[in-house]
Nanobody, 126 residues
Framework: QVQVVESGGGSVQSGGSLRLSCVAS??????MGWFRQAPGNQREGVAG???????IYADSVKGRFIISRDNAMNTLYLEMNDLKPEDTATYYC??????????????????????WGQGTQVTVSS
């Protein structure tokens, strides 16, 4: 059974940086991703990474966020730079042991992932 735990959230001023981490125990290989959900909004994909290392980002974070993984440690990271107030949300890590995907954009879809963390809060003040 895969268990996902995020860490690294917090409060930061606009323009600041944060690094989120996620450990997926019981996860040997597959796809991983970061999602976020602000109050009143649907959960949306932020960044995804395939088992092949290919990455995809939501347009709203391109050039500011970087997703990476340490397969040996089953750990996923999200480096967030130049944070904006609109980045304020609960951030969720997701993992799925199915390695194949049809479209890279699938890795930004909630339906693609079967294992989720409890979330970590990121608050960006102006």
């Amino acid at each position: 059974q895969v268990q996902v735990v995020e860490s690294g959230g917090g409060s930061v001023q606009s323009g600041g940086s944060l690094r989120l981490s996620c450990v997926a125990s019981g996860f040997t290989a597959g796809c991983m991703g970061w999602f976020r959900q602000a109050p009143g909004n649907q959960r949306e994909g932020v960044a995804g990474i395939g088992n092949d290392g290919r990455t995809i980002y939501a347009d709203s974070v391109k050039g500011r966020f970087i997703i990476s993984r340490d397969n040996a440690m089953n750990t996923l990271y999200l480096e967030m730079n130049d944070l904006k107030p609109e980045d304020t949300a609960t951030y969720y890590c997701a993992a799925d042991q199915r390695r194949q995907y049809i479209f890279l954009s699938d890795l930004l879809a909630t339906w693609r992932f079967g294992n989720w963390g409890q979330g970590t809060q990121v608050t960006v003040s102006s």
